[in-house]
């Protein structure tokens, strides 16, 4: 009887930690038991827990990615010839990329939902309405970020122009400053700074927009104060602050920079990115700066994106849905979802 009850604890705990953590931690757990205790029966039930956890697909939010069909739209960067970046060649990218091919893409990934940010195109209203068409008729994108210069004298009459479109839930103004035009993708700096593009800027909050903020680590106390003046405005860091080194200490630093721009809580950041300025990608570097971000942001203001078809310079979308899922699998299922789903659907009310 007393051995019965054992196994049964046992199973118990085999049950509870196969929820709380995906297949592959069994294995080792059972390890540490007296293989003497445990009957045919357990292990049968151990395995098959595992398993059908293991084919539990989490639903998916990818809350960064890009579309364009240029038939339809004017991508100058996609239709003349491609200039040595600091992404690379990038000749591959010159193709439409369309919902269908966000779909095959993604196959691994149980795509629920999805958010698409600004793709540089000449005219930002006409890709919104192509947006909006894309998603009455696919269902997909859930959410557009449109791109608009918060700086223009007519500022408020462009938001209005997107607000039309009902899926519109956001703002991208790329701010990525540096000294070497390779890698400057702002041709006015101090943006942050400017009071022009601060007014531009306040009417987010009336507009109920966020902001995704793209720029490097070394901007990020900046963008605090951006934060700290705007706490109505919901800003997402894009590609975890892109950080152009990855050395101990450029690390160092970026993790400083973070760890001060997630003090306002009006910030999250996004998992996506990393590969652009680190190809080949280090994985296990990469899967070690995604659990330092969530450290530090906590994981209810984590989400993900993958950010193709531009990454699909540099790996498979399967290859950075599996990193991230390596990365975070410590994490709790609860926890798992929120950065998987829930906590994209409420930053970007989808």
Request: hydrophobic share 40%.
């Amino acid at each position: 009887m007393s051995h019965f009850i054992k196994e049964a604890i046992i199973a118990l705990k085999i049950k509870r930690l196969n929820r709380l953590y995906p297949c592959g931690f069994i294995l080792p757990y059972l390890k540490t038991l007296n293989s003497v205790t445990l009957s045919p029966f357990l292990l049968f039930f151990s395995i098959i827990t595992s398993l059908m956890l293991a084919m539990q697909k989490h639903n998916i939010v990818d809350c960064h990615h890009h579309l364009w069909d240029l038939q339809q739209q004017n991508h100058p960067w996609l239709l003349n010839e491609p200039k040595d970046i600091w992404i690379g060649d990038y000749q591959a990218l010159c193709v439409d990329f369309l919902i269908s091919d966000f779909k095959h893409a993604s196959t691994k990934a149980n795509i629920v939902k999805s958010v698409h940010i600004q793709a540089l195109t000449q005219d930002p209203i006409k890709e919104t309405a192509w947006l909006q068409a894309q998603s009455d008729e696919l269902s997909l994108p859930s959410g557009i970020v449109f791109y608009a210069d918060l700086s223009a004298t007519n500022i408020e009459h462009i938001i209005q122009q997107h607000m039309k479109y009902k899926n519109v839930r956001g703002i991208r103004q790329i701010i990525n400053e540096h000294n070497n035009p390779k890698f400057n993708m702002c041709p006015q700096h101090g943006l942050m700074r400017n009071k022009q593009w601060l007014k531009g800027f306040s009417l987010l909050a009336q507009y109920q927009l966020s902001f995704d903020l793209q720029c490097y680590d070394y901007q990020l106390p900046q963008a605090s104060l951006l934060a700290t003046q705007f706490p109505h405005t919901q800003i997402i860091l894009n590609h975890m602050g892109m950080p152009i080194k990855r050395d101990s200490k450029s690390l160092d630093r970026w993790r400083y920079y973070l760890s001060d721009f997630a003090k306002n809580s009006n910030t999250a950041i996004k998992l996506s990115g990393l590969a652009m300025l680190d190809h080949p990608m280090n994985e296990a570097l990469s899967q070690q700066m995604i659990q330092d971000a969530i450290a530090i942001f906590g994981w209810q203001r984590v989400v993900f994106g993958s950010n193709f078809p531009v990454d699909r310079l540099f790996h498979d979308y399967d290859d950075w849905f599996d990193l991230v899922s390596n990365a975070i699998a410590s994490l709790n299922q609860t926890q798992q979802q929120a950065i998987w789903q829930h906590n994209a659907e409420r930053l970007y009310r989808i």
